[in-house]
């Protein structure tokens, strides 16, 4: 069962325009914060070397999890993820 591709015209099309450009200002934010996250991440594991400490640390990364999860659902848990594992890489 398929359905005929809607045309939008008129202020459909401008308003389309409009919520892509916020999307992408949205989309560059996050790209900065995830850098600024990522920096911030790397310094903290390379603190942790040089005293002598794990690159881990289960409980912390369980509370950014929550905190995701809790936020954002199962999708935010799994984005937390991907964060940590950005920061620290694979285990």
């Known amino acids: ?3 005929a591709p809607v045309t ?3 202020s459909a099309v401008d308003r389309i325009t409009e919520l ?7 989309d560059a934010e996050i790209i900065e914060l995830v850098r600024r996250r990522l920096a911030v991440s790397r310094e903290i594991g ?4 040089a005293t002598g400490g794990t690159r881990l ?3 912390r990364e369980q509370q ?3 905190r ?4 954002l659902g199962d999708d935010g848990a799994a984005l937390g993820m991907l964060l940590l594992r ?3 890489g694979r285990l």
């Open 1 to 3: 069962m398929s359905t």
């Open 8 to 10: 939008v015209t008129g």
């Open 20 to 26: 892509r450009g916020e999307i992408d200002a949205c």
């Open 46 to 49: 390379a603190l942790r070397k």
């Open 57 to 59: 640390n289960l409980s």
């Open 64 to 66: 950014v999890l929550d």
């Open 68 to 71: 995701f999860r809790e936020a």
């Open 86 to 88: 950005q920061g620290r």
